[in-house]
């Protein structure tokens, strides 16, 4: 069967780009360099047909020998391939692969994911749910709404933090990036807008545009926290039919909302019919340990997802939507098409591991505080031109670089042996060029290892020594 090929118009690829001149090379290199960026790390996806050279030379505001050369070196590289009736399309070379994924090469240390391995507790409460299990076999082994204990546990969490919850009111998915993949389904049409941060999670991003939404950026900083002029000038202005927010524990800024925003930004939604999508992943995670009230104590109409990726372990692929029992419903019936429920066994070893969790995630957060210093140490000595937030808490920092040149120092610092997330990554126009994403919940000799990798490459930055290598060093020179 024939794959479709998708195309990328000069104006999409011109919004993926952002501020590309910025490169210390020739405009061909930067060219080809921040396009070589946005294939790895799949914001180009792989077969898409790039735009002709001409059409991207006159929007660029440059000469087609300009996009000319930048395509043909991707050609050199394998990152292009000219096919017969559908030009230049997207590729890797043989061995390479982009940055959201696995990467089966133990010279490559993958700081672009910011997760935590398993805590011991998992091994008994695994034990402890195959035990419970054959009390469940008569049953199918999954579900759409999820196992009737598990939602009435879940449901007392909510109920605890001062937002009264039924288990009615909550439906088990397969993680938080399922949940909101599903709701961005179920609630948006295609040409909606959806308010989003900006920056934001990627992944989200991506699930709101595929079910068709336009996204509309309100900015967030990790210095000043959210705006609050251009939420009152976005909701009228641009009429959303949801807004995604993760208000505890932002990513990538580990910013926390105030309350009173909270009650703000629900009441705007409210007045203009705007759903709100509360992303929950992060919120056990602040280092003050407290227990906020969820957003939703400020409308019914707030859908709140959770999960236990970030706090328990990823491979834990369970999250929850909490919302309105009409909403839940419709959720359910909108879900079959993409998955008939979720498993039986893994909700067992989530029950078994809820009666611990505030201890567990205590542990938690005094590992990451101890990685977050860790951190701190070592880029304010050895990287010191480069500007680190006070953080609430979470799992990164969000790195101010001092200059513009994220996505051509993640090119170097891959070759160096580090995978970083540049700052567009998490840009909803391609914006965040003086900023990348670390992680700090890493063990220490891994924390170690990337700072030490990640000043080689801002040395080669700094003194131009990437500009003598040849022209596929920035793959090939991987230490």
């Not at 043989?94 to 993958?110: E, N, S, T, Y």
């Not at 939703?296 to 692929?317: D, E, L, N, Q, Y």
């Not at 997330?421 to 170690?448: K, M, T």
Request: a negative charge; glycine letters at 8%; charged letters at 25%.
């Amino acid at each position: 069967m024939a794959t479709m090929t998708t195309t990328l118009s000069a104006r999409a690829l011109s919004a993926l780009l952002g501020e590309w001149r910025s490169h210390s090379g020739t405009l061909a290199q930067a060219l080809s360099d921040r396009v070589r960026l946005l294939i790895l790390d799949g914001r180009i996806a792989l077969g898409a047909r790039l735009p002709a050279e001409r059409q991207l030379a006159d929007h660029e505001g440059v000469s087609r020998t300009t996009v000319a050369a930048a395509y043909a070196r991707l050609r050199d590289l394998g990152y292009l391939v000219s096919r017969r009736g559908s030009g230049s399309v997207a590729a890797l070379p043989a061995g390479d692969a982009p940055a959201f994924d696995i990467v089966d090469r133990p010279d490559l240390l993958d700081f672009s994911k910011a997760t935590l391995p398993a805590l011991p507790a998992v091994v008994e409460a695994a034990a402890a749910a195959v035990e419970r299990l054959p009390h469940h076999l008569g049953l199918a082994g999954f579900d759409l709404f999820g196992l009737d204990e598990l939602r009435a546990a879940l449901a007392d969490r909510y109920s605890a933090r001062g937002l009264p919850t039924t288990p009615e009111q909550i439906l088990v998915t397969l993680g938080a990036q399922h949940a909101i993949a599903l709701i961005a389904t179920a609630l948006i049409g295609r040409g909606d807008r959806a308010l989003v941060e900006n920056p934001s999670y990627p992944h989200a991003l991506e699930a709101l545009t595929a079910a068709g939404a336009r996204l509309v950026g309100v900015p967030v900083s990790a210095d000043a926290g959210w705006d609050d002029d251009a939420f009152a000038q976005l909701f009228p202005r641009s009429a959303p039919s949801v807004a995604y927010l993760m208000p505890d524990v932002h990513n990538p800024t580990c910013r926390i909302m105030p309350d009173e925003q909270r009650a703000r930004v629900a009441a705007l939604a409210e007045r203009h019919g705007t759903r709100i999508i509360v992303d929950e992943t992060m919120a056990d995670l602040a280092f003050d340990g407290i227990s906020r009230p969820p957003m939703a104590v400020h409308s019914s109409r707030i859908i709140t997802v959770g999960s236990v990726g970030k706090s328990v372990w990823g491979g834990i692929r369970l999250g929850w939507i909490r919302a309105d029992r009409d909403t839940i419903s419709e959720l359910a019936r909108a879900r079959p098409p993409g998955d008939l429920g979720s498993p039986t066994l893994e909700q067992l070893l989530l029950l078994e591991l809820l009666p611990r969790y505030d201890e567990l995630v205590g542990e938690r957060r005094e590992l990451l505080r101890r990685g977050e210093a860790l951190l701190r140490e070592l880029v304010t000595r050895q990287l010191p031109d480069w500007h680190l937030p006070q953080i609430d808490g979470g799992l990164v920092l969000w790195t101010n670089l001092g200059r513009p040149v994220a996505s051509e120092f993640a090119l170097l610092a891959r070759s160096e042996g580090v995978q970083i997330g540049a700052g567009p990554r998490f840009s909803v126009d391609g914006a965040f060029e003086r900023y990348i994403r670390l992680p700090f919940c890493y063990p220490e000799p891994l924390i170690r290892r990337a700072v030490d990798g990640l000043e080689r490459a801002w040395l080669r930055l700094d003194g131009g020594a990437h500009r003598a290598l040849p022209s596929d060093a920035l793959v090939d020179a991987v230490v």
